[in-house]
């Protein structure tokens, strides 16, 4: 442990000093109408149940497949990771106790927590670390969080079919086990931060089967609540883990019901659901009722519009950069988030240490926009709309339900695109389907490349979850469907060399700066418009106590929720 202070102190401290105030403006902003005057200062009252409702069904409840934040609503609480981000993203152990790095930064070894039960009451090992991280190794495994093993001795070799093991991953004795890099590797720890699998579940079974295995719909994890049903379409319940490693919820049991903001937020004034999400624009309305808590958060999180790099239009940079300039990010801001948002020109949290303050700035300019898509070759018809070789500029942006701001942000990009002679038509699915259009399968359930059909455009969110190399799999060459999250097709040497020097450099500073070139480059390239950053909005049943989300998941801290 000694080992890695002395490699990330300056990192931690840097971090600490430059999103301390992130941490500090949640606790701020997590105020309420008439929250809890005193109620937090008394003893937590045991038993009860609570319901919370997601505007998206969960599609995976195996916390290595594709994870979504539907998904990890209910994988937080159902599975633990061997380490964990605090409220400042420093990396913290939880299924470890502790580890130690070695003196040339290459070998990680994880003491881990003994006595842990999984839920179905067999013993959590070492055995359990290594099948899940061998696993994401697996030739079979498509689902994209490779990249948290790829740096790994021997990883690459298991996953061509070279190799019968990890060679980098050892099982010492029941409760440790080491990690060996190939090079120093900057985020390594961070992308350490994935639920644990029981081996004595899924040994065996391909990792190309996971998704059709029962566990993925009835999951055992080591977590603070049990699985206990799901009834599509409805609900999924889970009941709390009484021999928690942490100790036990104050809660005997906790539901997640499924259903679109409108229906959500009338359950919740019906009483039928106690915390949800709330649209920004209900919000003054909520705030009358007498038993309803108006809670904020911070995010760390941007929401954006991406384009499809291999659809005709959006290959061209100066088309992407065109439509840039023809969003007025403040308009939106202004009319449908107020003070509970602010324009975005960074891919990157602007509250994160990753936020470069030296970026191009594409300001409202219609002018300007009308200009690229000249210098791009298109000329507008006799309907007033682009076209260029006799091909209209028009496309679809795909639009998932469930968050109003993101819905009303879709239909006055259509106004704004239209307005310099863009067409775009708004097509809204549920996130599942979304997912389907951005991670497409073939014929027998495999994940396979996108290609220009697939989609042109979609609007969505993307926060940091535990490190900024998390972007590497969005922007990476080498991690395309099936590869990784890199959906958009996007491939650029210069973003691939900056990205790799990132992930290797120890030195705060000079990762920071790699960091800031890759966004600069990204900004250039603007194959993701970032629009705005919005705090969260929830609302809770005065009779919850404890609900304090913040960046890192609604649920992340939900064993010490309590009922009054």
Known sequence: MKRRLNILSIFALVLILLIGCTSESSTDNNTTNKQNDNADTEE????????????????NLNPLIWATSSDTLVTHMVFDSLVIPDEELKMIGSLAEKWDVSEDGKTYTFYLKEGVTWHDGKPFTAKDVEF???????????????????????????????????????????????????????????????GVLPEHILSGVSPAEWAKHDSNRAPVGTGPFKFDSWETGQFIQLSANKDYFKGAPHLDSLVVRFGDA???????????????SVPIAEIESIKSLDYADVVLSDQLSVYYVGFN??????????VRQALAHATDKRVIVASILG???????????????????DLPIYDFDKDKAESLLEEAGYKKNSKGFFEKNGKELSFTLQVPTGTKEREKTAALLKQQYEAIGVK???????????????????????QREVTKDDYDAYILGFGIEADPDEYRSYFGSAYMPPNGYNFVGYSDPLVDELLDKQSKEVNFEQ?????????????????????????????????????????RGVTFNAREWSVK
């Open 309 to 318: 790099a291999k659809n005709d239009h959006f290959a061209d940079v100066k």
């Open 132 to 194: 899940t991280y061998t696993s994401l190794a697996h030739p079979d495994y498509d689902a994209g969080a490779y990249w948290r093993v790829d740096p790994v001795v021997g990883a690459a070799e298991y996953k061509a079919g070279e190799a019968e093991s990890v060679e980098g991953i050892k099982v010492i004795d029941d409760y440790t086990i080491s990690f060996t890099t190939k090079e120093q590797f900057a985020p390594f720890i961070s992308g350490l931060f994935i």
């Open 424 to 446: 775009m038509e708004l097509l809204s699915l549920d996130f599942p389907t979304l997912v389907t259009k951005l991670l497409p399968q073939t014929a027998d359930g495999k």
């Open 262 to 276: 409108n229906t959500m937020l009338a359950a919740f004034m019906n009483k039928e659901i106690d915390i949800t």
């Open 339 to 357: 003070e509970y948002g602010e324009v975005a020109d960074d891919i990157f949290p602007s509250k994160h240490w990753s936020h470069s303050p």
């Open 511 to 551: 990762r920071q700066q790699y960091i800031w070139e890759v966004s600069k480059k990204l900004a250039e390239d603007e194959i993701w418009i970032p629009i705005y950053e919005q705090s969260a909005t929830y609302v809770a049943n005065t009779k919850v106590a404890g609900f304090t989300p913040d960046f």
């Open 44 to 59: 937590p009252k045991q038993g009860g149940s609570i319901t919370i409702a997601s505007a998206s069904e969960p599609g």
